[in-house]
């Protein structure tokens, strides 16, 4: 699998992506296309309209031209690379596909966006052949910053589900000077970088906006059979001094970890999805923790900038959520 299937869905539904427009959906809404979950077969299942079909689908065009839609970021952005998922399209799927971006302030109207002569797209991913029945993966050079993207299919189709993977972008001119601020939040600019195992939850999911809706919606680390300790590994949205810490281990009730501790690291030479090198400090010295609880540490070693933040378990198990409150620096 690409490496940059490894970051974060900038489109997901659940931080906000949606798709505002499309210039036609006659079998299946525009809507379907961020779905949160896997794309599904219905056998023998029909609509007023034609067989049903989870996903985005136009009708057969029988004029020249593409079908095309815009969509929100749920998070703008650096973009590195999209997955346009054509599953169960075997017969109906575009052969070709393209993709344009556009950052823009504000929330502008679906028609603003629709406007050619209000909004300035640039192509992100070039015309490029599809499969159907298929997982298409294109990396994405340059990492191109978006709020909005535009994907057109050639000439007309059907696509199950389109993700966009990036990295968040912090916006400064959404904190107010010597404001309280998440700085390992995803919806701020935070991103996990790298942890020691995440075999039964995805590391991205401890700094997911909101508590946790259930088990699986956490951090979770198999069980260890050998020394050391599970860790991850958080790069802030900015660099700022940490005041306050959360763990909340909410729904681990037989599998949260005996213990944990924060370290943090000021390392501005680290980028994107880098490991940071240098000395780590303690910021949150080893901690017992209980199961099913949110847990705020106040009481914190030090205060100085930081750049990257590791979280450490003792010796294993899952954690819902991870809150670093501090101010810029």
């Not at 939040?185 to 942890?195: D, P, Q, R």
Request: glycine share 10%.
């Amino acid at each position: 699998m690409s490496k940059f299937t490894d970051l974060i869905d900038l489109a997901a539904e659940r931080l906000g992506g949606a798709v505002l427009l499309a210039n036609d959906e006659f079998f299946a809404p525009k809507e379907g296309l961020l779905r949160a979950n896997a794309p599904e077969w219905r056998e023998g299942e029909y609509t007023d309209r034609g067989k049903w079909m989870d996903g985005w689908e136009t009708r057969r065009r029988r004029t020249p031209g593409h079908d095309w839609c815009i969509v929100r970021l749920g998070l703008p952005g650096a973009i590195h690379g999209v997955v346009v998922d054509t599953s169960f399209f075997r017969g109906n799927y575009p052969e070709h596909c393209a993709i344009e971006a556009t950052a823009v302030n504000g929330t502008p109207s679906p028609d603003e966006l629709g406007d050619e002569a209000r909004t300035r797209w640039t192509s992100l991913l070039p015309k490029s052949p599809l499969k159907g029945d298929a997982k298409n993966e294109f990396a994405v050079s340059g990492a191109t910053l978006a709020t909005h993207l535009r994907f057109s299919i050639y000439p007309d189709g059907g696509v199950a589900r389109l993700r966009v993977f990036g990295e968040p972008a912090f916006n400064p001119q959404r904190v107010r000077s010597g404001s309280e601020v998440d700085l390992a939040a995803m919806e701020n600019g935070g991103l996990v970088v790298s942890c020691s195992d995440m075999f039964f939850g995805h590391r991205h999911n401890l700094i997911l906006p909101g508590r946790s809706t259930h088990m699986g919606d956490g951090w979770e680390t198999k069980r260890r059979r050998g020394p050391g300790n599970d860790w991850s590994i958080v790069r802030l949205a900015a660099r700022g001094v940490i005041h306050r810490v959360e763990i909340d281990t909410d729904h681990f009730k037989g599998n949260a970890p005996a213990s944990a501790m924060v370290e943090i690291i000021s390392a501005p030479s680290a980028k994107g999805t880098d490991e940071p090198t240098g000395e780590w400090r303690t910021l949150l010295p080893k901690s017992a923790l209980q199961p099913h609880t949110r847990q705020r540490f106040d009481d914190l070693a030090l205060a100085q900038p930081a750049t990257h933040a590791r979280l450490s378990i003792y010796p294993d198990g899952g954690i819902a959520r991870l809150r670093l409150f501090g101010a810029l620096s």
